[in-house]
């Protein structure tokens, strides 16, 4: 009987699989996703959809107001929900994860929907959401990078 002896080095793809495991922990790989993040929000007020279709439209009373210039001011933004969704949201990367949130505490109402101030009734519009669009960016986002921590290490 013969006997065959054969020692495999793993250490590249050992050293591989460390780099990825220190990249994928890393902030680095997560703040990557906030700018695009911040673009995709961005992206829902400009084009006034929320997840499932277009937000409802100002209430007839609303706009005759506004028209009127009583209780609202002349010039309002035409944009519903102003710059609700632009100026106040806030995207960051803690404990292992990319958040997004408005610092506005009523921003809640509008992305839910419900009854607000004396009894208006305020439609969702969900300005909070995240896109297939954003999904597939991050998946590049993250692979790339995933791809050079390995190619590094």
Known sequence: MIAITTKIDFSDV???FRALVREGHSRG??????????A???????????????WAPRARATVLKARKGKGL???????????LPNRTLVV???NGDVVAYSKVPWSG??????TAGRGAKIPARPFLWLSEDFFAEAVEILAARL???WSKG
Do not use: N
């Not at 995709?40 to 277009?54: C, I, L, N, T, Y």
């Open 40 to 54: 995709d929000q961005k992206a829902h007020h400009k084009e006034q959809r929320g997840p499932e279709s277009a």
């Open 29 to 38: 790989a997560l703040r990557a996703l906030v700018r695009p993040m911040r």
């Open 109 to 114: 109402i509008h992305q839910e929907g419900g």
């Open 73 to 83: 001011r002349r010039g309002r933004p035409k944009k519903l929900l102003g710059s």
């Open 14 to 16: 050992d050293r591989g």
């Open 147 to 149: 791809l050079a921590a």
């Open 92 to 94: 960051t990367v803690k």
